[in-house]
């Protein structure tokens, strides 16, 4: 929600709460605070008034008071009990509004009574964000000196987060608004961070050039250049994918395009998500000074129909330019293309038909539209390299986990089951890690699934994946279901190692455990709750294999000793949990019918009664094969922990031969 949205919003509660009745003594009150007549609020209060009553909208009358900046109401009305932190339905306090209305004393006075300084309404709106949004610097500095957080982003809730609401700060607000002043103090002073972005991937700069209420593009063209020579990131976008230099020439002007541009940091040819560039758009407009300036600075007029454009326009002038520069008529034809991800083809399409300037061999566009997931860096979105459709993990440059994530994926590149790095690009301030694009991660994949999941399968490659992992020298240090990838294929990749760390000796990762419950009970026991403490009881007793389940995880989380961490894994995907009851039983079967006709050839017999005896014998045989019928399943229901016992036996003699091969497992 703006400002401005907000203020009207203000204005008409105000308005609602004076057309009460005049038996409505809630209202009564309201109205004489707002109306600054202390004598009557005394009247009223002294009549039985409730000091917190509220009016629509949620407004006590302390709220009131201080939204009027009567100092001596709102001392009056604390004395007389009113809560110095009651909400609003929007969740204002009184100290947040005193934040709007710039009283340094007021903001003091609800310290002392239990305010807290970074307190925000349900739209993340604090105090020092409302001084800045509104120009208040004597409040800024106050609640900078008073620990304010400068960098705060506006914190909202989940459905507002799916919505790409929030995340912006007070010095987004102060440049929206065309506060020069405040922006300076911001960043020189308060050392505010420039490229923090919001929950749409907006940063100060974008918020320069939004619209505002008496902000013109000459009152933010100082904000422009200061933040432009503090070394803003010019590349960031719009919620509409729409670059600084599109939005200036948008604005119609001149000199911010002219202050973008020599920067030299700003492609010029760079498209929103319609593929409009800022040509095409000064073109559509009728911007002639700003095209002649584009096209002089080497903006290509071969994208789009610029001719037909200007045709339809019967702008002359236009067009003899566009020729001068060698604009021809006819639109660009989309191409041919079919992508191999299903759940991405049609982005992926988009993408691939859509102009963007190269960054070394990557194609991408930083918008929502192209977005995987969100990331504390900068975020993971669809990408074409070299012509493959990849996910690209963008980082700042420099960064430890960038550095971290980067060595681990190029020492990591003859993997079988991590995610392959295709390549990396570097743009100032970004760099691209360009990986396997996949469909979806396991959370999403057990929650989505419409037929039965192959949980044995899914385990077995991701034990296989972390002990790849680990035989290159590295524990993840972060495994999580949304961390761990399902491709096109159907195939399990690791992934996500910016955390990931040089193992050391004895090092283990107890989240694989909680992987193992959370994976077999297909998520019903969400990974973040499901590791108590007892294994055997936070695994649900009816959940099939479950004494070799309970074996697995509490051999996960408590090791032999001595067992080096390379070698756990390794053995544990020979745990009878993965084992294949249909090979046991082939391996079974000669056996059985040996072992019967051994028996029968041994027995003493009298030929008269041989033939008989031997077909009671296979009578017999044959009941018993009848009754157990799958030997393995039979033994394993009657002594559910014999296999558990049996494979432990087999481990404290070192007998691996008799655990089955890594080919039999493959059938799992």
Known sequence: MSRQQRKYILQEEILTSRNETAADKPSLLNNAVRNHSIDTVRQLLKEGADVNSKVEGGWTPLHSAVQADQEEIVDLLLEKGADPCARKKNGATPFV???????????????????????????????????????????????????????????????????????????????????????????????????????????????????????????????????????????????????????????????????????????????????????????????????????????????????????????????????????????????????????????????????????????ILQH???????????????????????????????????????????????????????????????????????????????????????????????????????????GHQDLHPRNILIDAAGKVRLADFDKSKRLSEGQKDDALSRLVLYVVTVGKVPFEENDRGDLDESCPEDVQDYVEIADLRKSLVSPGEGSPVENLLRDLIQHPFFWNPQTADLQAAPFCQESAQQAISNVPLIPQQASQVKNQLFFFCFRVKEIIKEPSEYFVNLFPELTVYVYKCLCSIQHHRHFPSPESLSQV
């Open 368 to 474: 929502n539209d192209f977005r995987i997931q969100r990331t504390s860096q900068g975020g993971i979105y669809l990408g074409l390299y070299d012509g493959k459709e990849v996910a690209v993990k963008i980082f700042c440059i420099g960064t430890e986990i960038a550095k971290q994530e980067k060595m681990c994926l190029e020492q990591c590149l003859t993997s079988n089951h991590l995610v392959k790095l295709f390549g990396a690009e570097e743009k100032k301030p970004c760099l691209y890690l360009c990986l396997s694009l996949c469909e979806k991660n396991l959370e999403e994949h057990l929650s989505a699934s419409e037929n039965e999941v192959n949980c044995k399968g899914v385990l077995k490659t991701l034990f296989e994946a972390v002990q790849e992992l680990h035989m290159f020298g590295f």
């Open 97 to 363: 509004v005193a934040g709007i209305v710039g009283n340094v004393r007021l903001l003091e006075l609800f310290l002392s009574k239990g305010s807290e300084i970074n307190e925000y309404d349900d739209n993340g709106f604090t105090a020092f964000m409302e001084a800045a949004g509104y120009g208040n610097e004597d409040a800024l500095r106050f609640l900078y000196n008073n620990g304010a957080d400068v960098n705060l982003r506006r914190v909202v809730n989940e459905e507002k987060r799916t919505l790409n609401k929030g995340g912006a700060t007070a010095l987004m607000d102060a440049a929206r608004e065309g506060h020069f002043s405040v922006v300076n103090i911001l960043v020189s002073e308060m050392k505010a961070d420039m490229n923090i972005c919001d929950n749409q991937d907006r940063n100060a700069l974008i918020y320069a050039f939004l619209p505002s209420d008496n902000k013109t593009a000459e009152s933010i063209l100082p904000i422009v250049h200061f933040l432009l020579d503090c070394g803003v990131d010019v590349n960031r976008r719009d919620e509409h994918g729409k670059t600084t230099l599109i939005l200036a020439v948008e604005m119609r002007s001149l000199d911010l395009v002219k202050a973008l541009l020599e920067k030299n940091e700003v492609d010029i040819n760079d498209a929103d998500r319609e593929g409009k560039t800022a040509l095409m758009i000064a073109v559509e407009k009728n911007y002639y000074e700003i095209a002649k300036l584009l096209c002089e600075r080497g903006a290509r007029t071969d994208l789009g129909d610029l001719i037909g454009i200007v045709n339809r326009k019967y702008n002359k002038k236009m067009a003899d330019l566009l020729r001068q520069y060698g604009a021809k008529a006819g639109p660009s034809q989309p191409q041919d293309w079919e992508p191999t991800s299903k759940r991405w083809g049609e982005q992926l399409k988009v993408l691939y038909n859509m102009y963007r300037p190269m960054t070394g061999k990557l194609k």
